[in-house]
């Protein structure tokens, strides 16, 4: 047994896992929140995205719209890190090598990245265009990869209780 393995199952044998794997209102109570922390975060993203794409608020300097938006998509991030981990642990040593979970993770990964890079090399550009100017096209590429890293991580993330 790996490393991973076995703090997946030490967080799955802690008795607030359990607590949480075994109750009948906690559990779904936490998915809730997860789930709508998740449509709150991925919904102000895809806003931005859009934008950035030109295909919604282009009445709106794109980087007016990120500067607006990004506090509600960290505080949905918050939440749903926190419900997500609680969730997770709760199930991990039977879900460590769900192939739809490692691919949710991993899509994570990436689109953390993503942001990072956007931050560190489009958002600069952003900033640095007119009003009413084109949106540079380093952030449409980092919106439009945005859009599709979290379409996977939504679809892994249902998928995950199938496999």
Not at 77 to 97: P, R
């Amino acid at each position: 047994m790996g490393l991973i393995e076995v703090l997946a199952q030490w967080l799955y044998d802690t008795d607030w896992a359990t607590a949480i794997r075994e109750s009948e209102v906690v559990f779904p109570a936490i998915e809730t929140v997860h789930v709508l922390a998740l449509a709150l975060m991925v919904g102000t993203i895809a806003l931005v995205d859009l934008r950035l794409l030109g295909a919604a608020l282009r009445e709106a300097p794109a980087a007016e719209v990120e500067r607006r938006i990004v506090p509600v998509t960290w505080a949905g991030f918050a939440v749903m890190a926190v419900s997500g981990f609680l969730l997770f642990a709760s199930e991990a040593a039977k879900i460590i090598h769900n192939p739809a979970f490692i691919i949710k993770f991993a899509a994570m990964v990436l689109a953390g990245l993503n942001v990072a890079l956007f931050h560190w090399r489009a958002k600069p550009l952003l900033l640095a265009v007119p009003v009413g100017g084109p949106v540079p096209v380093p952030a449409q590429v980092a919106a439009a990869v945005s859009l599709g890293l979290w379409l996977v991580v939504i679809a892994a993330g249902r998928a995950v209780a199938y496999f």
